[in-house]
């Protein structure tokens, strides 16, 4: 059984860091694509980032780029997220989800698209304060 599992979150105040990590049991999550999305209350969930299963590509939403930074660790099996100058739109809750077999050892995939990715974590509350 696959399970993702978020850490890291927490109440921050404007300008701080914080870094996530996801960490997969069942499943060796450097052979697939990963990503973190997120959602706020009253939105929909949004694309925050993603890397390839070799950790040679990455993306990013415009929202995020130069703030936030995925890498992977193949020997721990997890992905991080690092985010600093966080600001108070980036509250809401952080997921991350690993990719189907349309991810799996490719160099790139539909990675703003939720149906690519086959297993998602329960989620970690990232919050700002201004």
């Known amino acids: 059984q696959v399970q993702l599992a978020e850490s890291g979150g927490g109440l921050v105040q404007f300008g701080a860091s914080l870094r996530l990590a996801c960490a997969a049991s069942?499943?060796?999550?450097?052979?697939?694509?990963t990503g973190w999305f997120r959602q706020a209350p009253g939105k929909e969930r949004e694309f925050v980032a993603a890397?390839?299963?070799?950790?040679?590509?990455?993306w990013y939403a415009e929202s995020v780029k130069g703030r936030f930074t995925i890498s992977r660790d193949h020997a721990k099996n997890a992905v991080y997220l690092q985010m600093n100058s966080l600001i108070p739109e980036d509250t809401a809750v952080y997921s991350c989800?690993?990719?189907?077999?349309?991810?799996?050892?490719?160099?790139?995939?539909?990675?703003?698209?939720?149906?690519?990715?086959?297993?998602w974590g329960q989620g970690t509350q990232v919050t700002v304060s201004s």
């Open positions: 890397i390839s299963w070799s950790g040679a590509s990455t």
């Open positions: 069942g499943r060796t999550l450097s052979s697939y694509g």
């Open positions: 989800a690993s990719g189907g077999q349309n991810t799996y050892l490719r160099g790139s995939f539909y990675h703003t698209d939720p149906s690519e990715y086959a297993y």
